[in-house]
């Protein structure tokens, strides 16, 4: 019974890629699953401008093809980037890295958390999975349970408040940090915290909050568009 099933789903998955091939999700055009193509993300312009001093957005959101690319990271748990676009990351992270004299043994990578809401609606944290994929590139230990939302405050949406200190105050307390993590943090680390996108930096500074508060001190923010 289960392997005959089995072969349906398989069939049935060939047929939907045979009469509706996946396409890049940047140009529309044919491409390979969960895939990009590698002159699609080599048009992406650099936008290395830093906000408030410790926020760093690497690409700017106010173009199509990192609006697209970010919608695209945020509906797909798994994808394949080139090689060509892995290395650009790995430029531009480490020079971020030192520029802030930020030391290697001592970093680790922090994903902001999701809103309980959009983990039970997709399943997966995007900010998480940036975080893996820079670990990845960076060799940097990450820690995805280090930052966790506050169970006893309400975490709104942001996108509709333009006051950055409007926002700010609506994110108070939102974010606190694990007491019970499995490998504790050293106070002198050195934290990137990582999200897709950043525009005011409310949701960085409510997370630097948190880890000020556990005493740590070497912070900077690291977002893939902003």
Known sequence: MYPYFSTVRKFAILLKIFFFPPQ?????????IYSIHENCLANIPLHIKEKHGWIIPLFPYNTRLVKDFILFLKKHSQYTLPDSFLVRLNTLLSAI???H????????LVPIPARD???????????AMLAKLFSGILSIPLSEDLLTNNPYAQREKQAFL???TERIARLANTFTTRSNIHDP????AHIILIDDVTTSGATFAEARRALEERGLTNIIGVSLAG
């Open 97 to 99: 890295i030192e520029k």
């Open 162 to 164: 333009q006051d950055r």
């Open 117 to 127: 809401e959009r983990m039970e609606q997709q399943g997966f944290n995007q900010a």
């Open 24 to 32: 890049c999700p940047l140009c529309a055009k044919e491409s390979f």
């Open 101 to 108: 004299t930020i030391h290697k043994d001592k970093a680790i």
């Open 185 to 188: 943090i050293p106070k002198n």
